[in-house]
């Protein structure tokens, strides 16, 4: 297995991936409807074109469509599994490609969501196994962890207790890197990040905030330990998607302070 810190997905052992899976997970009128443009994926593949990304999360259909243009220029990290925003039932995430057919595309990484606490814990503990050890095994991909704790008994899925339950459940069971909630303030990552050791966290993106709310939390989350950051919304939901991954190559690459990379 060829160290995390050797491989595309990171920079100097800093992540920043661009996501772009959210057409599957959310629908494109929740996330494209203010930005129409963006429904084109060859406009998302052209902004992680831009020096900051470390690679491109996406799903098979867009994988398979449009990465071969950009192969010289984006590194693929291969999501794995993912399902609509129309499932109402307890949270499952279904594996829709698998290791092998992403490797034949190309990619430099998979990618896989957990959602520990739902009553399908078991089974997709038991699909992420699968996964990892033939990533590992027959490719030396890396494999990020989605590491999302959702259920019906779990009430708040960014407290402190459970992102860094969510951290080192990621550890446990084999992942390379972990990609959590923000749980609300630098202390409560620094304990996320000290509890998955030497694995490396990031942060996931969310929904688009302002500039300065948006940079000060990475800003945070670097300060804690973290490793960077994986984001969609807060990208290319922006009229100058440059301008913010300037500013977050600043944050997460030079250490600079959010009002210094603004």
């Excluded at 995390?4 to 991936?17: E, F, M, N, Y």
């Excluded at 279904?94 to 957990?114: H, I």
């Excluded at 590992?136 to 494999?143: I, Q, S």
């Amino acid at each position: 297995m060829i160290p995390l810190t050797d491989s595309q997905v990171t920079r100097d052992g800093k992540a920043l991936i661009l996501a772009m899976d959210h057409g599957l997970e959310h629908g494109p009128s929740a996330d494209f409807g203010s930005v129409p443009d963006t429904l084109n994926p060859e406009k998302i593949f052209e902004t992680a074109t831009h020096d900051a990304v470390t690679c491109l999360a996406v799903q098979k259909g867009i994988a398979e469509t449009y990465y071969p243009s950009y192969d010289d220029d984006v590194n693929l990290l291969a999501k794995l599994n993912g399902t609509s925003n129309l499932w109402t039932g307890e949270p499952y995430s279904p594996q829709n490609w698998t290791v092998d057919y992403a490797a034949e595309l190309g990619a430099d990484a998979v990618g896989y969501t957990v959602y520990s606490g739902s009553n399908h814990e078991c089974d997709m503990y038991e699909d992420f196994r699968d996964i990892q050890e033939r990533a590992h095994r027959e490719y030396d991909m890396p494999v990020v962890m989605w590491s999302y704790p959702r259920g019906q008994g779990l009430k708040n899925d960014t407290k402190e207790s459970v992102i860094a339950y969510a951290t080192r459940i990621a550890l446990e069971i084999g992942a390379d890197m972990a990609k959590v909630k923000y749980p609300g303030t630098r202390e409560s990552m620094e304990w996320a990040v000290k509890s998955a050791a030497d694995m490396p966290v990031v942060m996931s993106g969310g929904s688009k905030t302002s500039d300065y709310e948006f940079l000060s939390s990475v800003e945070a989350v670097m300060d804690a330990g973290g490793s960077g950051l994986a984001v969609g919304r807060n990208v290319w939901q922006r009229d100058d998607p440059e301008r913010i991954l300037d500013a977050l190559e600043k944050v997460i690459f030079e250490g600079a302070t959010a009002d210094e990379a603004l």
